[in-house]
């Protein structure tokens, strides 16, 4: 028997849901962006540059891309500074209050993100609990406007995304040596000068590695943009969909979930080739 | 207030470190329990011991990583017990070493003076220096990573010594070094210490490590002193089995005392009458301790007892006996003089000089 098969065979299953599930219809959306749509003679099966060409040329889709990248910048930038310093902590603590700690953080995301959205939905909601309260002991006579606001995405985002930033954080703070703290104090530097000059430069790199998690899930959230952001403060995500089903102008939509692709593969793939080369004489 | 000069000479009288009653625990558990311990300046002390002795924690009290539950630690007559340990003034070289892997070689030496605030030019000048005196000059530059374990050993000494303190301690410095180096680095590590003259605490499982080093060792056991003295003195007089044991190999028998002359007693072990120099009263149980060094294999019936011999293993410098006799199965190590010795089998004679003896403290 050929020695490649058995390989080959373990690999079959894992490859065929691969290439049934994923690679056809990527494949399938990358011709479709190329077709032409008519509002009364459906997609057409011809080929060109053109959907492409009005999704540059278009300011209304400039503001979306920039608008999606804008809150991506700043959930990540959000959860690295939660994150980081809530790792740090969490690996300071007894180990009992780590454990529940831990299961804190990590427990939302078991929780669908459909539900939590809808969670921060009714927290926020012109007659949410928030407003409610507010109105209730009398700071505010008009309910404030939360819903529907990129700040809200944001929030709601970051509640989303940050155990991936305390995970990967997590992880690079167990490989650092603890004695290493003792010998910066022993050297004379105080606590804060520690953190900063000898354990933050040691976890830049789960930092960096979680910035990239949170910033791919953020470039292409759907679920929370749509339900917080409803339908004039769209993202990418949520203006494929729409294009898709709303418009039903399917190549269009295509072509738009094509760039997101790509913007999303260039944007982490040279981050990820900046932090690899920034770390590589240091870390193995 | 006395005239300085009277204030000088009192500060001279007292030691320079020094630990008094000192406890450590941990819950229920005892770490260190009412630990004493004098050190003057310059001096090198080991604190030896097996793991869980608590000779970690009592270095880690001196650092500042941990507070004494009771007890006062002093340097140069100020208490420290209290005292943050980025305010100490201590060098230490951990066993992992601790480099900062971020940084180069030169800027790990460097930041203890950058904590001190020393300039740009004369940090510089004393990192190049204190590089100069570990033999690493020529990797100011490298990162820890690029370096092999012996060097990351050099840059940690030099790390702790550059700053100048008035205390460095090194907690198992060589243990992750491979033999030969290790044994370079010892006579590396205390050359350094002396040319610098600084007062040094060496924490340290390795006896052969402590007595090459040391002026003196204190031996630990379950949180306690054991022994505190000089290595040879230490080595020759352990007072209980277990120094004796910790430091080299010791035979040991039971006895029981049956007479006692002028510093002597006459100790019967298992129907043999051995004469040890020291004192006990008559009838009392006692241990027995001879090291096998000094111990001599001679015709059968010209020793003091007959004995015969289990196994042989020859080690290049000595040959390792392991011999049976009425006192039990012991240990003798002959010096390898190029001549042949007893074989395996063989019925052999066992002698010994009587004041290489020792009655060991009852523990």
Redesign the interface.
């Known amino acids: 028997m050929n020695r490649l098969l058995p390989p080959y065979l373990l690999n079959g299953p894992a490859l065929i849901i691969f290439v049934v599930m994923l690679v056809v219809p990527m494949v399938m959306t990358f011709i479709l962006s190329f077709n032409s749509f008519d509002f009364y003679g459906g997609i057409k099966p011809d080929y060109g540059w053109h959907n492409y060409l009005e999704v540059v040329q278009d300011s209304y889709f400039h503001e979306i891309f920039l608008r999606t990248y804008g809150i991506a910048i700043a959930v990540t930038f959000l959860c690295a500074l939660i994150g980081a310093p809530e790792a740090y902590i969490l690996s300071r603590m007894s180990k009992t209050w780590r454990s529940l700690c831990l299961l804190a953080i990590l427990g939302p995301l078991l929780i669908s993100v459909i539900v939590r959205t809808l969670g921060w939905a009714l927290l926020i909601g012109n007659n949410g609990v928030v407003n409610e309260i507010l109105i209730g002991i009398g700071i505010i006579e008009t309910p404030l406007k939360m819903m529907f606001t990129t700040g809200s995405v944001i929030v709601a985002l970051v509640h989303v995304l940050v155990p991936f930033m305390v995970l990967s954080v997590w992880t690079t703070l167990q490989k650092l040596d603890p004695q290493v703290e003792n010998a910066a104090l022993s050297l004379g530097a105080s606590h804060f000068t520690t953190l900063r000059r000898v354990v933050l430069p040691q976890v830049m790199p789960g930092v960096l590695a979680g910035s990239l998690i949170v910033f791919a899930l953020t470039a292409s959230a759907f679920a929370t943009p749509s339900i917080l952001g409803g339908r004039r403060l769209k993202v990418v995500a949520t203006t494929a969909y729409d294009e898709y089903l709303n418009t039903l102008n399917w190549p269009l939509g295509a072509s738009i979930a094509v760039i997101l692709l790509i913007a999303n593969v260039v944007v982490v793939m040279s981050y990820n080739r900046y932090v690899e080369k920034k770390y590589a004489a240091v870390f193995d | 207030m006395p005239p300085f000069f009277l204030k000088l000479n009192l500060v001279n009288q007292m030691s320079f470190l020094s630990l008094k009653n000192i406890s450590k625990r941990f819950g229920d558990f005892v770490a260190v329990e009412d630990f004493n311990l004098e050190v003057d300046k310059g001096e090198f002390i080991s604190l030896l011991g097996p793991s869980g002795c608590g000779k970690t924690t009592t270095l880690n009290m001196i650092?500042?990583?941990e507070e004494p539950t009771t007890g006062a630690i002093q340097i140069d007559g100020r208490d420290m017990t209290h005292v943050?340990?980025?305010?100490?003034?201590?060098?230490?070289v951990?066993?992992?070493y601790?480099?900062?892997?971020?940084m180069t070689v030169a800027e790990n030496v460097g930041?203890?003076l950058e904590?001190?605030k020393v300039g740009k030019q004369e940090r510089r000048e004393r990192v190049m220096e204190t590089l100069e005196l570990v033999g690493l000059t020529e990797f100011a530059e490298r990162?820890p990573?690029a370096l092999s374990g012996g060097q990351r050993q050099r840059v940690a000494l030099a790390?702790?010594i550059v700053?100048r303190p008035q205390l460095l301690l090194l907690d198992e410095p060589l243990s992750a070094l491979d033999a030969k180096i290790r044994e370079s680095m010892q006579v590396e590590l205390r050359n350094i210490q002396r040319t610098v003259g600084i007062t040094t605490i060496l924490v340290t499982h390795d006896q052969a490590e402590a007595m090459a080093m040391s002026d003196r060792i204190a031996v630990m056991n379950m949180g306690r002193m054991a022994r505190l003295g000089e290595p040879f003195e230490i080595y020759e007089k352990p007072g209980d089995s277990f120094t004796s044991n910790f430091l080299g190999s010791t035979n040991i028998f039971d006895g029981e005392v049956q007479d006692e002359l002028e510093g002597q007693v006459l100790v019967n072990c298992s129907d043999i009458g051995l004469h040890i120099p020291g004192s006990a009263a008559k009838g009392a149980r006692v241990s027995v301790a001879i090291r096998p060094e000094k111990v001599g294999l001679v015709q059968a019936g010209k020793g003091i007892f007959n004995a015969k011999v289990r196994t042989r293993i020859f080690l290049g410098t000595c040959w390792a006996y392991q011999v049976e006799s009425d006192l039990g199965s012991f240990n003798v190590t002959l010096q390898n003089t190029g001549h042949s010795v007893a074989g395996e089998g063989e019925t052999v004679g066992v002698t010994w000089h009587d004041d290489a003896v020792r009655i060991l403290a009852e523990r």
Request: charged share 15%.
């Open positions: 650092a500042g990583f943050s340990p980025n305010a100490r003034d201590i060098g230490i951990f066993q992992s601790a480099l900062f892997p971020h930041f203890g904590m001190r990162v990573k790390r702790a700053i």
